[in-house]
């Protein structure tokens, strides 16, 4: 990686790597009793609150490609694709462990600039890193991040309480991570045929930041609760606004209606999506990785949150039997079906 | 893997995966409110007590080596080892997700082996899978597991309670998982050279199954709860007595007396280690891997261990200034170090 400056991680061992990486941490919350150090972190729930637990696993060649991808941006996403899933609970993610496996051709310096990105997410989220490993690999990097949130019973939002007639609500705007991707691929090709020619990135700022430093949407979270709405379902968007509706669909035995005309996009998303010639509805439903929220509310919420410009209105609760159905812009039904990415296949 | 039978994990995908691995799931625990299936696990913590958190990341080639170790006993071993570090907080394990990343060349029949292991170690020890995450890899096996426990904040054990004139006692006995690996070793390169001799491991069933089935000592934490001790610090044997002892030593600010004639051995194990012309007590310190619990008590406690055949005062706590030393079978003081395993170097 780094060409000076270069410390083999053998030279620490796992103790004395886990100690430097570690050894600055600071606990924020008050639910954090005892972090890194012992043989497992010591957590308080907040009086009367329920626990959520979530874990994913972020595979070197499979979810990441570190030739367009620096390691801190890397380190800040992989903290933050935990969050948003805690954040699709209707709750408030307040600790988080990390383990990563690399193989020695990563240099101590490498792996400070991947926990710099870490710790810059743990601290913009008020997150508490409380324990982790690190080991070896014989080949590429992998990052398993385990994330532990609280909220009081009655606000924990599932998949499965969406009910006829209520609405689907999205937040921001979908299909940005997914063009930034494709951005980043025709760069990183053109660097590969050229021979160096540098990548021309000006100008897509705001998909390559959706690519590559997306946010969870905890504002939202605390949003809802100012406006005192609580979703009856809920979901983030990884893998594309199609797959997860489909997820509500089948876990709350109901059907939905999204209309083409609502699904929220920048413009300069869609500018993009013109660009590779690809369909804009097409990047927002199958695009994945933008980490919104996606939820249920009764109709007698909309007041509550109509014009908010956070909040989009993209369809309604139908029945189970109806299906789940895209309203193209001519007004004509077509069936939604899951096409977004799948690491197995 | 297999010859026959063979399902490509790419036939089910990701969703399709977890759901026929995760379907026949029935939550044990009372802490488990909901498992699989959603953006996150939702647990509730027992009236009044702490929430315990460690996660351990296990890599093919570097912690295990598919060419001798059944994948079945890998799924075992590899919940074994997290729910060991929550006992060695003295508290109880209750919920575990697992994370995997595995190559194309695991067949779907490969995966059900690896989770049958791991189910039945949820099913011996009372815990529940709640949560994880399956993803491909462009080379080895990836486990990693996170585990949540729960105990009263008077009951919970870090490592650094320890003070003078305590007792350090062990569980169990130690240096039989560093032997049955020293087994596999030498029969995996005798197949190697031999191509095809049946590896000969009659005979080796303890050590064997200390390195390949270890258990964690819940019976332990148990133990000490009837017989009224709560040890002053605690940790458990993964890397070595030696590498241990310093720990301890280290975070409770304190020096240890080991006596080499009291650390216990099985008989099998130390004729394992004449065999290989391995020093007997090298083995016990360096060996690492037995999950044994390693503990320090106050003296007034000692009467109530006394001949319990599970645990055995070793040693006794100093002054940090004298440092930890092994008092050889001659009487002899000499400087522990640690010289157990470490996965960086």
């Known amino acids: 990686m780094e060409k000076e400056n270069r410390t083999e991680l053998s030279e620490l061992g796992e103790f004395g790597l886990i100690k430097h990486l ?14 890194v150090g012992d043989d497992a972190a010591i957590l308080s729930a907040p009086e009367g609150q329920k626990i959520l637990l ?58 400070e600039t991947l926990y710099s990105g870490i710790f810059r997410a743990c601290e913009m989220y008020g997150v508490d890193l409380v324990g982790g490993d690190t080991t070896s690999s014989n080949s590429g990097l992998v990052i398993s991040i385990s994330v532990i949130g609280y909220a009081a019973e009655e606000k924990i939002t599932t998949r499965s309480g969406a009910r006829e007639s209520e609405l689907l609500v999205v937040s921001g705007d979908l299909g940005g991570a997914f063009l930034g991707l494709q951005v980043l691929e025709r760069e990183k ?14 100008g897509y700022d705001y998909v390559l930041e959706r690519q590559l430093k997306p946010e969870a949407r905890k504002d939202i979270v605390d949003l809802l609760q100012i406006l005192d709405v609580k979703p009856t379902s809920m979901i983030d968007i990884s893998d594309g ?16 209606d999204l209309y083409e005309e609502k699904i929220p996009m920048s413009p300069r998303t869609a500018e993009v999506a013109d660009e590779f010639n690809l369909i804009r509805t097409t990047c927002a439903l199958n695009g994945g990785e933008d980490y919104e929220l996606l939820f249920t509310i009764k109709q007698s919420d909309f007041d509550k949150i109509k014009g908010n410009p956070n909040l989009t209105v993209i369809g309604h609760v139908t029945h189970a039997a109806s299906g789940c159905r895209l309203i193209t812009l001519s007004g004509e039904p077509i069936a939604l079906r899951a096409q977004g990415w799948d690491p197995l296949r």
Chains 1, 2 share one sequence.
């Open 22 to 35: 570690t050894d600055q941490i600071l606990l924020q919350n008050k639910t954090s009793m005892k972090g």
């Open 54 to 111: 979530s874990t994913d696993m972020l595979v070197e060649g499979i979810h990441f490609d570190l030739s367009y991808v620096p390691l801190q941006h890397l380190g800040y996403k992989s903290v933050v694709v935990n969050l948003s899933d805690i954040c699709a609970m209707n709750a408030i993610p307040q600790q988080i462990t990390v383990s990563v496996a690399m193989s020695n051709r990563f240099s101590l310096e490498a792996m």
């Open 189 to 202: 090709k053109v660097f590969l045929e050229t021979q160096g020619i540098q990548p021309e990135l000006t």
């Open 241 to 256: 606004l199609a797959s997860e509706i489909l997820h509500l669909a089948d876990q709350s035995d109901v059907g939905f």
